[in-house]
């Protein structure tokens, strides 16, 4: 079993910045590719960004591409998410996630360890 903990979510305004982290316990870290979703209030939860094991691959949501960045450090046993130029539409609760397998994934159903969630607001 992993546990995932996410932090570093807030209150910024639109062109700000923030950076998310998931810190993973419970097994090796390494094994796992990772991902980052949201869900914002009255809507689904949906893809953000996801990485491989090693970190040397990542792939983004098109609405993300350019101004988000996943990033990964095995050997903290953490996963990041550097978010730039900020968007009022990108608020809501990201969560990071990891999946058995050894390939990136974009779906929700293939992931099999969330965190709680951290509040992204962005206001305008």
């Known amino acids: 079993q992993v546990q995932l903990v996410e932090s570093g979510g807030g209150l910024v305004q639109a062109g700000g910045s923030l950076r998310l982290s998931c810190a993973a316990s419970g097994h090796t870290f390494s094994n796992y590719p990772m991902g980052w979703f949201r869900q914002a209030p009255g809507k689904e939860r949906e893809f953000v960004a996801t990485?491989?094991?090693?970190?040397?691959?990542?792939y983004y949501a098109d609405s993300v591409k350019g101004r988000f960045t996943i990033s990964r450090d095995n050997a903290k046993s953490t996963v990041y998410l550097q978010m730039n130029s900020l968007k009022p539409e990108d608020t809501a609760v990201y969560y990071c996630?990891?999946?058995?397998?050894?390939?990136?994934?974009?779906?929700?159903?293939?992931?099999?360890?969330w965190g709680q969630g951290t509040q992204v607001t962005v206001s305008s």
């Open positions: 996630a990891g999946r058995n397998g050894s390939s990136r994934s974009a779906l929700v159903y293939e992931y099999d360890y």
């Open positions: 990485i491989s094991r090693s970190g040397g691959l990542t």
